[in-house]
């Protein structure tokens, strides 16, 4: 048996033994000094579409939720949440009805804190500016974190503090999906489940009372196969407060400086050397004016896809940020302007320069509304693409209301005009009221998209929704940028829901 073959086997069973480790709480209760909790969650759910121009009810659900926490003793502590889902009409099959959806047991002592957890995103690492270690990756979110391990986090032990994580993916794939693999893996294939393990940790140590702080961060995760199929990653950081140490720049503000660089130690990456750095200014004022700027440069592969996948595109690229803000004196309108500009260092028919620049005006106005005016423009190898953006808001204790124009791309022919409209209003005490609608105009057509929602209070430990739409059109109204694209043709998705939910 391998070692990922055994690290594979043991986390498998911390679903199961955090749930008899709670069982063994709960047993200890009644002779301990803490305390159970039981609390509960009941939804029911049901969809009526007409998307193919007849009505039908179209997947119905029923959600039970059930969540018990126990601390037996002091600095103990247990939890584990169990669901019951009765979904018929997914995929032509039930899915499961009662099943663990999340848990974890947790000792706290004077300097430390240990976590054995299954189903929870723990692997945060407050990482200063590279993110090389993005949580939501390791998280293995499918609607819920599904990542199981174990996580031990210190502090004030010799000035220094820390977190470590260890966690297995153990995903199944269809027969007829590849997951993901290092760039370079020719050795990868299907599986029909990921054994993937990731592991990380974060060392920090302040000095002279948090003016000066040092850290390091380090990321790896092993793949299922190959012995060269491993993506891992560590940097180092500081964060200085210049203002706060030299009193002659205090005038200026604190002056943070903050940098963080590191290498990728991948085994796929072969002899080459994949370095990336970025140095950042931050906190920097004087009178009404404040600055943030930083210089980033990023080697080719120094971002991993399996630890950073979303970072992956600023490899091989250098560039800077710059942002100016300035707060009108005795006048409640602020002002803001940014650059940023990167470029690759080989040029390629792929790799170009891409460039943004903009600027937004941000005013109150009196009675409680405020208006913001926004311009940017973006550069890259296919054009240049002009945008605008109008909004109005205000509010009082009956209705919330927002307005957006925008005009995307302008000049181009992806040149979209978009309207969007929010409201959200208290009609009664208990009924209140919430609606939105984005038009999108193209040269050729013109599309929308309403949302309309309805909810009830006025029962205890309940709530009643009743809403038409899809949220998701336009959650981010004129900004809703997969909607409002002009290759999308889609219109308002013609359905209604009603969600009934119990608290307990």
Same mark, same amino acid.
């Given at each position: 048996?391998?070692?990922?073959?055994?690290?594979?086997?043991?986390?498998?069973?911390?679903?199961?033994?955090?749930?008899?480790?709670?069982?063994?709480?709960?047993?200890?209760?009644?002779?301990?000094?803490?305390?159970?909790?039981? @609390?509960?969650?009941? @939804?029911?759910?049901?969809?009526?579409?007409?998307?193919?121009?007849?009505?039908?009810?179209?997947?119905?659900?029923?959600?039970? /939720?059930?969540?018990?926490?126990?601390?037996?003793?002091?600095?103990?502590?247990?939890?584990?949440?169990?669901?019951?889902?009765?979904?018929?009409? /997914?995929?032509?099959?039930?899915?499961?009805?009662?099943?663990?959806?999340?848990?974890?047991?947790?000792?706290?002592?004077?300097?430390?804190?240990?976590?054995?957890?299954?189903?929870? %995103?723990? $692997?945060?690492?407050?990482?200063?500016?590279?993110?090389?270690?993005?949580?939501?990756?390791?998280?293995?979110?499918?609607?819920? #974190?599904?990542?199981?391990?174990?996580?031990?986090? $210190?502090?004030?032990?010799?000035?220094?503090?820390?977190?470590? $994580?260890?966690?297995?993916?153990?995903?199944?794939?269809?027969?007829?999906?590849? #997951?993901?693999?290092?760039?370079?893996?020719? !050795?990868?294939?299907?599986?029909?489940?990921?054994?993937?393990?990731?592991?990380? *940790?974060?060392?920090?140590?302040?000095?002279?009372?948090?003016?000066?702080?040092?850290?390091?961060?380090?990321?790896?995760?092993?793949?299922?196969? +190959?012995?060269?199929?491993?993506?891992?990653?560590?940097?180092?950081? &500081?964060?200085?407060?210049?203002?706060?140490?030299?009193? !002659?720049?205090?005038? &200026?503000?604190?002056?943070?400086?903050? *940098?963080?660089?590191?290498?990728?130690? !991948?085994?796929?990456?072969?002899?080459?050397?994949?370095?990336?750095?970025?140095?950042?200014?931050?906190?920097?004022?004087?009178?009404?004016?404040?600055?943030?700027?930083?210089?980033?440069?990023?080697? #080719?592969?120094?971002?991993?896809?399996?630890?950073?996948?979303?970072?992956?595109?600023?490899?091989?690229?250098? +560039?800077?940020?710059?942002?100016?803000?300035?707060?009108?004196?005795?006048?409640?309108?602020?002002?803001?302007?940014?650059?940023?500009?990167?470029?690759?260092?080989? $040029?390629?028919?792929?790799?170009?320069?891409?460039?943004?620049? *903009?600027?937004?005006?941000?005013?109150?106005?009196?009675?409680?509304?405020?208006?913001?005016? @926004?311009?940017?423009?973006?550069?890259?190898?296919?054009?240049?693409? #002009?945008?605008?953006? =109008?909004?109005?808001?205000?509010?009082?204790?009956?209705?919330?209301?927002?307005?957006?124009?925008?005009?995307?791309?302008?000049?181009?022919? =992806?040149?979209?005009?978009?309207?969007?409209? @929010?409201?959200?209003?208290?009609?009664?005490?208990?009924?209140?009221?919430?609606?939105?609608?984005?038009?999108? %105009?193209?040269?050729?057509?013109?599309?929308?998209?309403?949302?309309?929602?309805?909810?009830?209070?006025?029962?205890?430990?309940?709530?009643?929704?009743?809403?038409?739409?899809?949220?998701?059109? !336009?959650?981010?109204?004129?900004?809703?940028?997969?909607?409002?694209?002009?290759?999308?043709?889609?219109?308002?998705?013609?359905?209604?829901?009603?969600?009934?939910?119990?608290?307990?």
């Amino acid at each position: 048996m391998t070692g990922n073959d055994m690290t594979t086997g043991w986390t498998r069973l911390l679903a199961p033994a955090l749930a008899a480790g709670l069982l063994v709480l709960l047993a200890w209760q009644s002779t301990a000094l803490g305390a159970t909790t039981l @609390e509960g969650y009941t @939804e029911a759910y049901l969809q009526l579409s007409g998307e193919s121009r007849v009505w039908r009810f179209d997947n119905p659900q029923f959600l039970g /939720e059930l969540r018990v926490k126990s601390t037996p003793w002091p600095d103990t502590e247990g939890y584990l949440k169990f669901q019951g889902l009765s979904n018929k009409w /997914e995929g032509a099959r039930w899915e499961n009805f009662f099943f663990l959806k999340e848990g974890h047991l947790r000792y706290r002592g004077k300097r430390t804190e240990t976590l054995l957890f299954t189903g929870q %995103d723990r $692997f945060w690492l407050n990482e200063p500016l590279l993110r090389v270690v993005n949580n939501d990756i390791i998280k293995d979110d499918d609607f819920g #974190p599904k990542a199981q391990g174990i996580r031990i986090d $210190f502090w004030d032990t010799w000035g220094l503090t820390g977190t470590a $994580f260890y966690s297995d993916k153990s995903t199944a794939y269809p027969a007829f999906e590849t #997951p993901h693999f290092p760039v370079g893996n020719t !050795s990868a294939k299907a599986d029909t489940v990921s054994t993937d393990d990731y592991r990380g *940790g974060r060392l920090k140590r302040s000095l002279f009372a948090e003016r000066m702080i040092l850290g390091a961060t380090y990321g790896r995760k092993d793949y299922s196969s +190959g012995a060269t199929s491993y993506d891992e990653v560590a940097t180092a950081d &500081f964060e200085v407060a210049m203002g706060n140490m030299a009193q !002659s720049l205090a005038q &200026f503000g604190r002056i943070t400086v903050v *940098g963080e660089g590191g290498k990728n130690l !991948s085994g796929w990456i072969g002899d080459k050397d994949a370095y990336g750095w970025k140095l950042e200014v931050r906190d920097v004022g004087y009178g009404p004016v404040t600055m943030i700027a930083s210089l980033y440069d990023f080697d #080719p592969d120094f971002y991993t896809i399996g630890l950073a996948e979303d970072n992956v595109w600023k490899n091989d690229f250098h +560039g800077h940020y710059l942002q100016l803000d300035y707060r009108v004196p005795k006048k409640a309108i602020n002002l803001k302007a940014w650059r940023f500009r990167d470029k690759p260092h080989m $040029f390629t028919i792929e790799n170009q320069p891409r460039e943004e620049t *903009g600027g937004e005006v941000y005013v109150e106005f009196i009675h409680g509304f405020i208006g913001k005016v @926004e311009y940017k423009r973006y550069m890259d190898k296919n054009g240049t693409y #002009p945008n605008v953006l =109008f909004e109005v808001a205000g509010e009082n204790k009956l209705v919330k209301i927002r307005t957006q124009f925008r005009i995307k791309d302008i000049g181009t022919d =992806f040149q979209v005009r978009v309207f969007g409209f @929010e409201a959200n209003a208290n009609l009664t005490e208990q009924w209140k009221f919430y609606s939105r609608l984005l038009t999108v %105009d193209e040269r050729t057509e013109s599309r929308e998209s309403v949302f309309a929602q309805i909810q009830y209070t006025g029962w205890n430990s309940a709530e009643f929704f009743l809403e038409f739409g899809d949220w998701g059109q !336009s959650n981010d109204l004129a900004n809703t940028e997969w909607f409002i694209d002009h290759a999308n043709g889609d219109n308002t998705r013609r359905q209604f829901k009603a969600f009934l939910k119990l608290y307990y």
